[in-house]
């Protein structure tokens, strides 16, 4: 640096300069070292001078509530289809009608059905006959065989066969007249239990039959309406903590403003292997047929952790770019400790990792208190 005592040289002139000139010269430099002191002064500043909130953490048992979507769906539901081809001869109901289980809702036919059954009542009448003469002709011989070298024992055996014999033809013919009469049956669809018709596919004279075979569509869809299934999946953080008999509540978009209660019923014992949830479900009277089937519900499931453990305030955690921490007071030093996290509530959270009940954390952290800087911290309530 040139020394203010230097002269300057201009256009071949030398400017010696003023006792005034100098002073401010000398003035800058001294207010500019000045100002370098303080900012330095400035930037050793730490956090150390700065009452910051601190808490001791502990084990304790984390209470939430968990929020997830459920769907009602009909306690019980079965599409009916006819068990033999054959057409429509009569709709007893419509969508919308209330039936009682064992009703009739429509009537089916099929001639050759009718057909088969005359033939069968009549072989059956016939194996009748010849089996009752047969039996008819063995006790004759079995009474006159009684007087001693009227009936050969020879005879009497082949009439006890021969009688045999017709009794199973006869219970053959039985049994055909019955399964016969069992596929007639078939030409009755009655409800298997007591609901609602919420679907009907075909119309009188329609050509119906097995699922697949002369009916794409089933003749009617039969849904039990007066109690239903609340249905939910549940992840597996929190599957495990909910039991049978537990109470939850539930709201449906379609009925704002009113909750409901419904206590869980079953649950699968068994996880999704796709999503990793396990699948619930809560019985929900329906007698007024307040809900219907297919409404979305946001379930609320109560979350009570089974042991102890680490829970501080969701706000205590810091979410960095290099992973997630809190930073604990060790000895008057920020220790930025990396965490994995459990179970949330809605101001809570479990967290894991090397840090134990009895150490002090910082309430509210920030990336500007740097790992190993000073702390000066202030324990909260």
């Known amino acids: 640096m040139f020394s203010i005592y230097t002269s300057i040289i ?10 005034l000139w100098m002073s401010s010269i000398l003035a800058a430099l001294i207010w500019g070292c000045e100002s370098k002191s303080e900012e330095v002064h400035s930037e050793a500043t730490t956090s150390q001078e700065i009452a910051l909130d601190g808490m001791i953490i502990g084990n304790e048992s984390l209470a939430s509530d968990f929020r997830i979507p459920g769907e009602l769906i009909a306690y019980q539901e079965v599409d009916l289809y006819a068990k033999v081809s054959s057409f429509v001869e009569n709709l007893r109901v419509d969508v919308g009608s209330q039936v009682k289980k064992g009703e009739l809702l429509a009537t089916l036919e099929a001639p050759e059905i009718s057909s088969r059954l005359a033939g069968a009542e009549s072989r059956l009448k016939s194996f009748e006959a010849i089996y009752l003469a047969s039996k008819a002709s063995y006790d004759r011989l079995k009474r006159t065989s009684e007087t001693p070298g009227t009936v050969s024992e020879n005879d009497l055996e082949m009439a006890f066969a021969k009688q045999e014999s017709d009794l199973a033809n006869w219970e053959s013919a039985k049994a055909a007249f019955k399964e016969i009469m ?16 919420t679907e ?19 003749i009617f869809t039969l849904k039990e309406l007066g109690l239903l299934r609340l249905v939910v999946k549940v992840p597996e953080l929190y599957a495990a903590n909910l039991k049978n008999d537990d109470l939850v509540s539930f709201t449906v978009q379609s009925l704002p403003g009113k909750e409901y209660a419904a206590k869980i019923s079953r649950k699968a014992g068994a996880l999704d292997e796709r999503l990793r949830s396990e699948y619930i479900e809560m019985d929900v009277a329906n007698p007024d047929g307040e809900f219907l089937p297919g409404m979305v ?15 501080i ?9 290099t992973g997630t921490y809190v930073i604990k007071n060790s000895g008057g030093k920020a220790d930025w400790v990396d965490i994995s996290l459990g179970k949330k509530s809605l101001d809570q959270i479990e967290i894991f990792g090397k840090i134990a009940a009895g150490d002090t954390i910082l309430v509210r952290p920030s990336e500007e208190i740097r790992n190993q800087s000073l702390l000066n911290v202030r324990l909260t309530e």
């Open 10 to 19: 201009s256009k071949n002139k030398v400017f010696i300069p003023s006792k």
């Open 182 to 197: 069992d596929t007639k049956g078939y030409l009755e669809i009655r409800a298997p239990f007591s609901g609602v018709i």
């Open 297 to 311: 519900a946001e379930v609320t499931l109560p979350i009570q952790s089974g042991e102890k453990s680490l829970v």
């Open 313 to 321: 305030p969701a706000a205590s955690v810091l979410y960095s770019t």
């Open 200 to 218: 009907r596919n075909v119309s009188l004279g329609a050509y119906v039959g097995p699922s697949g075979k002369g009916s794409e569509f089933p």
